[in-house]
């Protein structure tokens, strides 16, 4: 079945450390998207990549990175300098950034320790 | 910012009984989309509706889009405990905007 991953389930990160999020999706979408999602709230879009090797900040990208070196993948960073990570981090795609409905995956909960 | 804004913020409904959920957002958009999302899980895209449209239909759900008044609604109809979510709207604008997701309406349905 196609569709898209997220690992690990529940991460945890010590004051300081960076963590790097995994987002694979084998449904051949060009476009793919990271949001995060606080308690009782929408969903905020911290970065979209439109196609390989290219990659824009959303609304909220400060302290968080990423890479788009292959079609499939696209990690996310989760640097010290982002001052609050604790949050539930979804990964999404789409066949392109268009009218088109996103794909999501299960999340990763980060906390910090 | 977020562009679409549900109400209620939570609806408590007895099995059987019909769910209905309101949108708004505030730019004109090209379409409107509905996603559900189960506690600690992703979201699962629901409908979209495009700006030229003004209702449609999937299985027990409805969605009607007035774009004069920047609304849309969401109805469950003949709902079942499975339907027990979070329920988000997101509007889309054209060009490198994407989506924006609202906060959501979370919806219990009551055995």
């Known amino acids: 079945d196609g569709g898209i991953t997220q690992s690990p389930k529940y991460l945890f990160r010590k004051e300081g450390q960076n963590v790097t999020l995994s987002c694979e999706q084998n449904?051949?979408?060009?476009?793919m998207y990271w949001y995060r999602q606080d308690p009782g709230q929408g969903l905020r879009l911290i970065y979209y990549s439109q196609i390989v090797n290219d990659f824009q900040k959303g609304d909220i990208a400060e302290g968080y990175s990423v890479s788009r070196e292959k079609k499939e993948s696209f990690p996310l960073t989760v640097t010290s300098a982002q001052k609050n990570p604790t949050a539930f981090y979804l990964c999404?795609?789409?066949?392109?950034?268009?009218?088109?409905?996103?794909?999501f995956g299960d999340g990763t909960r980060l906390s910090i320790l | 910012s977020q562009q679409g804004e549900e109400d209620p913020q939570a609806l408590s409904i007895q099995e059987g009984e019909n769910a209905t959920m309101n949108c708004s957002y505030k730019t004109s958009i090209n379409n409107l989309q509905w996603y559900r999302q189960n506690s600690g899980r992703g979201l699962v895209h629901l409908i979209l509706?495009?700006?030229?449209?003004r209702e449609k239909h999937s299985g027990r759900l409805r969605v009607t889009l007035d774009t004069s008044k920047k609304s849309s609604s969401l109805l469950i109809t003949a709902s079942r405990a499975a339907d027990t979510a979070s329920y988000f709207c997101?509007?889309?604008?054209?060009?490198?905007?994407?989506?924006?997701f609202g906060k959501g309406t979370h919806l219990i349905i009551q055995p």
């Open positions: 509706i495009r700006s030229n449209e």
């Open positions: 997101a509007t889309e604008r054209g060009g490198a905007d994407g989506l924006t």
């Open positions: 449904l051949n979408h060009d476009a």
């Open positions: 999404a795609s789409s066949i392109d950034r268009g009218t088109q409905p996103q794909h």
